[in-house]
C-alpha cells in the first residue's frame, strides 16, 4: 500500500503515540529520508554478483592491538566480533571472531587437494576429499564457539575487547562419528587428536565419547563455504567446548589410546588427562549487548535490553536481567528458539527514569548451572575479588554495565 507523505506521517505519529514517544526520533528520520532524492549504489554489476553491506554499516573485527594471551612463542593473534552491533543470534562470516595460535596466517588452500585423514586406532585408515566429505549425510547446527581467554576485564576498554572472541554460525558438515563409524574405531580407543594444516601444527586432543557424540567436520558455514579464515575447506566443530578444540584447516585425526598433552592443550596448562577433562566445556554465560559501554543513551524513557547467552551443557532454559546492581532479576524474554551449544538471543522492556543504573544479566543452562558472579568465581579459583585479578582458568562470572545519569554507559568493572 502507498501511504501519501502526508498521511505517513500521520501514521508514524500514531504510531509514536502509541510507543510513548519512542518512535519520535525514528520517525523524524524516516520523513527526512524519504523526502531525499534518491541516489543508486555504485558498482551495481559487482554487488549483484556478490553482495556486500551498505557502505553506512561500519563495524569491522578488531585485534586491540595486543595477543590476549602470549603462549610461549608470542604468536597468539584474536581478533575479535564487534558484538556491541549484533543482532539476531547468526554473527556473519565476515565478522565471526578469528582465533589464530600461530601468527596471523591464513592458510591459502586449495580445496580439490585437500585430503582429511583419519588413521590410528582404527580397522581402515581412511582419507576423504572435500567431495568424499560431502557424500555422506550432512548435518546442519547453529553453534557458538569461544575463546578461553574471553571474558570481562578491567582493561578491556569496549565490549568487543572483552565479550568480542564468541560467534555464532550456522555449521554444516558431516559427523565426526560417520566418519569414524566409516574408519572401524578399535576398542581400547579412547581420545582422538586433531590437526590443522598448518607448518606448526594445531593439534587438539579430544575424547572419544565427544568425538562420537556431536562433533561436525564442517564445510559450510552461514550458506556457503567455511571462510578461509574459520578454517576453508574443512574445520572441526567441537560443540560447547573452549575454542581451541575447534581445529581448522584440518587434516589429520588420528584415533589414540590415552590422553596425549598437545601443544595446544599445554598452552592451556592442561597437564593431566583430569586437567584436560575439568578443562573444556564453556559457561553458562550471557552478557548485554543493548545497551553496553561507549554507548549514551540519549533520553530518559523506552528501551529494549537485549543481549546474548550460550552454554556449553546445551540450551539456554532462562536469562534473568536486573537494572539494579542484582537487587531484583526479571525473567528476560527469548527472541527465537534456544538451540543446545548456541547463541541466544534475550531482550526486556525497559523504561530509564535517569538515575545510575547497572545493568547485570545472569542466565541458566539446560543442566540447571546458573551463571556466577565475579565473587562466585573469585572464590572458586581462590583469588582476590578484585577483577583485575585474571583468574587462571575460564571467567563465565557476570558483566555489569554502569549507565550514569547522562546517559553514559560504562564497564563497571574499570
Ligand atoms: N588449525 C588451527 N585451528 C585453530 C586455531 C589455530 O590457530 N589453528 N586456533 C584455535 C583457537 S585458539 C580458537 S579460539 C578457535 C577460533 O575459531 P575461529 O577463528 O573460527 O573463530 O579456533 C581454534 N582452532
Ligand atoms: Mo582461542
Request: some cysteine; charged content about 20%.
Amino acid at each position: 500500500m502507498a501511504l501519501k507523505r502526508s498521511d505517513r506521517r500521520r501514521f508514524l505519529k500514531s504510531s509514536a503515540v502509541l510507543a510513548g514517544g519512542l518512535a519520535a526520533g525514528a520517525a523524524r528520520t524516516v520523513s527526512a529520508q524519504t523526502s531525499d532524492a534518491i541516489v543508486y549504489i555504485k558498482g551495481t554489476d559487482e554487488i549483484v554478483a556478490y553482495g556486500k553491506r551498505s557502505r553506512f554499516e561500519t563495524a569491522v573485527r578488531e585485534s586491540h592491538g595486543r595477543p590476549h594471551s602470549p603462549d610461549t612463542f608470542g604468536l597468539i593473534k584474536h581478533v575479535s566480533t564487534p558484538i556491541q552491533e549484533s543482532v539476531g543470534v547468526i554473527t556473519p562470516s565476515a565478522l565471526h571472531y578469528i582465533g589464530t595460535t600461530r601468527g596471523h596466517y591464513i592458510p591459502d588452500i586449495y580445496p580439490e587437494a585437500h585430503k582429511l585423514m583419519i588413521h590410528g586406532m582404527v580397522d581402515h585408515p581412511l582419507t576423504f576429499s572435500l567431495q568424499d566429505l560431502k557424500r555422506f549425510p550432512s548435518v546442519t547446527r547453529l553453534h557458538f564457539i569461544e575463546c578461553a581467554a574471553n571474558r570481562p576485564s578491567v582493561e578491556a576498554k569496549s565490549i568487543q575487547e572483552s565479550h568480542g572472541m564468541t560467534s555464532c554460525a550456522e555449521w554444516t558438515g558431516v559427523l565426526l562419528s560417520t566418519l569414524l563409524k566409516e574408519a572401524g574405531v578399535k576398542g581400547g580407543a579412547s581420545w582422538v587428536i586433531a590437526e590443522g594444516n598448518e607448518e606448526v601444527k594445531g593439534t587438539s586432543s579430544i575424547p572419544m565419547e565427544k568425538a562420537m557424540e556431536d562433533c561436525l567436520v564442517c564445510y559450510g558455514m552461514n550458506g556457503e563455504a567455511v571462510r578461509p579464515e574459520q578454517g576453508y575447506p574443512v574445520r572441526l566443530l567441537v560443540p560447547g567446548f573452549e575454542g581451541i578444540f575447534n581445529v581448522k584447516w584440518l587434516r589429520r585425526i588420528e584415533a589414540v589410546d590415552k590422553y596425549y598433552m598437545t601443544y595446544n592443550d599445554y598452552g592451556h596448562l592442561r597437564q593431566s588427562e583430569t586437567d584436560a577433562a575439568l578443562g573444556y566445556l564453556v559457561g553458562p554465560k550471557s552478557v548485554i549487548t543493548y545497551p553496553c559501554s561507549n554507548m549514551t543513551l540519549p533520553d530518559k524513557g523506552h528501551y529494549e535490553i537485549s543481549g546474548l547467552a550460550w552454554s556449553g551443557n546445551g540450551a539456554i532454559t532462562r536469562v534473568e536481567v536486573s537494572t539494579d546492581g542484582g537487587r531484583r532479576w526479571q525473567d528476560a524474554e527469548f527472541r527465537g528458539t534456544p538451540q543446545r551449544m548456541a547463541h541466544t538471543r534475550f531482550a526486556i522492556p525497559w523504561r530509564w527514569d535517569g538515575s545510575e543504573s547497572m545493568l547485570m544479566s545472569r542466565c541458566t543452562d539446560e543442566l540447571g548451572k546458573v551463571q556466577p558472579s565475579r565473587a562466585q568465581v573469585a572464590k572458586f579459583f581462590g583469588v582476590p575479588l578484585d577483577p583485575s585479578y585474571r583468574v587462571p582458568g575460564r571467567d563465565n562470572s557476570i558483566q555489569t554495565w554502569r549507565v550514569a545519569s547522562d546517559g553514559s554507559v560504562h564497564n563497571a568493572y574499570s
